[in-house]
């Protein structure tokens, strides 16, 4: 959390966030941090957040290949996707080669 703290001070971000632990509360205080800081407030054309574990991996992949909508970057949050009990494969080999306008909160 040390490294998210210093990306949100300095608005360097990384394309790739993880978070995991016991403490749902600081993953979601976190996430919305992350958001406020990346997307633009009523943007919603660029900000998308699956839940769930029947996640459409091919969905995702598409809306993460599309170019963001007069913006700069593209948010996608996960959240209870069960992707590191279940087979994420898909999404893990995808990850290698994301643009560099998407950006994943897992």
């Known amino acids: 959390m040390k490294s998210l703290n210093e990306d949100l001070k300095t608005g360097q971000f990384k394309q790739i966030y993880l978070l ?23 943007d919603t054309m660029n900000y998308a957040v699956y839940e769930g574990k029947n996640i459409d991996i091919k969905e995702v992949i598409d809306l993460a290949e599309t170019l963001p909508f007069f ?36």
């Open 20 to 42: 995991y632990g016991e403490e749902s509360y600081l993953k979601r205080q976190y996430r919305e941090r992350l958001v406020r800081a990346m997307i633009p407030e009523g």
């Open 71 to 106: 913006a700069s970057r593209r948010l996608i949050v996960f959240e209870d996707t069960g992707f590191f009990k279940n087979a994420g494969t898909d999404l893990a080999d995808y990850i290698t080669d994301i643009p560099p306008t998407t950006y994943f909160y897992l």
